[in-house]
């Protein structure tokens, strides 16, 4: 199905603030967002030209975000919880909406918006699935979707078909009280990365980070730990990968951002007690000419803090898109 956008991607959202200025750990402000107007921002994607677009959680509304910080409304969704976002080399979205999360009851949805914000596209709706939470591209066009009360992993492939890809014991949450603490949402599957033939899945409440390798039909190979298990990933959301292998994720209540070697040792490379990290859910590499070591971070602030996207300078450029 198909839905024409009447709201023109010019129309500047009431609340925004632009700025840079300096934060702990090398982390700075790029645009702060307003908690009023329920602007928490839960995932980001940056396109081929530099390009920043973040999903607004409750109010289904993606966010175009220049890398100067102007920000702007690009798309409203139908009304659910809009939770992972991605891009294709077109520069078109794929968004994730979730009607229930948690619950059996639940229907995930997988939605496309053109490169130019004017036309949305159904491409699945998932009965059933608990939470589809984070979406990646391989390099033959195929998505990976994790879903984090479900224990799976969807694929839509580069023809069209949709189907359950994996379903495993790694990929489910750890029931509350975990060895690492209680997590207010307990997920399992999160954010998730691709990497040549091998699928990089977090598990937030097992605290591992997940390999699963793609065989040369399309199948997955036996999933395993890579790094875990490991308090430092404890509430481990979203990630994003460089080009010598180093996997970066954000660990949402722990206010922090760590970095895993190819050796699978854990640094942590930012972290606050408040602004600007709170509740730090997704990572993208810029694009941009001069920007490709920077990452950008939203802070989803829940339940207090600043909702908005900050950024930092890793010193290493971020993998090329596929």
């Not at 997920?187 to 390798?213: C, E, R």
């Not at 070591?293 to 989803?300: A, Q, V």
Request: aromatic share 8%; with cysteine; charged share 15%.
């Amino acid at each position: 199905m198909k839905k024409r956008i009447i709201q023109s991607c010019t129309i500047l959202v009431l609340g925004l603030t632009a700025m840079r200025t300096a934060a702990s750990a090398g982390v700075s402000w790029l645009v702060q967002f307003d908690r009023t107007l329920r602007q928490l921002p839960e995932s980001i994607a940056i396109n081929k030209t530099g390009d920043i677009f973040v999903t607004l959680a409750p109010i289904h509304t993606i966010m175009k975000v220049t890398p100067d910080g102007m920000a702007s409304t690009f798309a409203v969704l139908p009304p659910e919880t809009a939770q992972g976002i991605t891009t294709d080399p077109q520069g078109n979205l794929y968004v994730l909406l979730n009607s229930a999360l948690g619950l059996p009851s639940n229907v995930g949805q997988l939605w496309r918006i053109s490169s130019d914000g004017t036309n949305q596209t159904l491409l699945a709706a998932v009965a059933g699935a608990r939470d589809l939470n984070a979406l990646a591209f391989d390099h033959r066009g195929n998505i990976y979707i994790s879903d984090s009360f479900g224990s799976n992993i969807y694929r839509l492939d580069s023809q069209g078909g949709f189907a359950e890809w994996v379903h495993d014991p790694l990929l489910a949450p750890q029931p509350n009280p975990t060895p690492c603490g209680i997590h207010p949402f307990d997920p399992g599957a999160n954010g998730v990365a691709f990497d040549h033939d091998v699928l990089y899945v977090l598990n937030s409440t097992q605290a591992k980070l997940i390999q699963i390798p793609v065989n040369p039909d399309g199948s997955p190979g036996t999933p395993a730990i890579f790094v875990g298990p490991t308090c430092d990933l404890f509430a481990a959301d979203g990630l994003a990968l460089d080009v010598i292998g180093n996997v970066y994720a954000a660990s949402n209540i722990q206010n922090k951002i760590v970095r895993i070697a190819p050796d699978r040792s854990i640094t942590t490379i930012a972290a606050a007690p408040a602004d600007p990290l709170v509740f730090p859910s997704a990572i993208a590499f810029e694009t941009s000419f001069g920007l490709q070591k920077h990452i950008y971070i939203t802070n989803f602030a829940n339940p207090g803090g600043t909702p908005g996207i900050v950024t930092m300078d890793v010193g290493v450029p971020g993998r090329p898109l596929p």
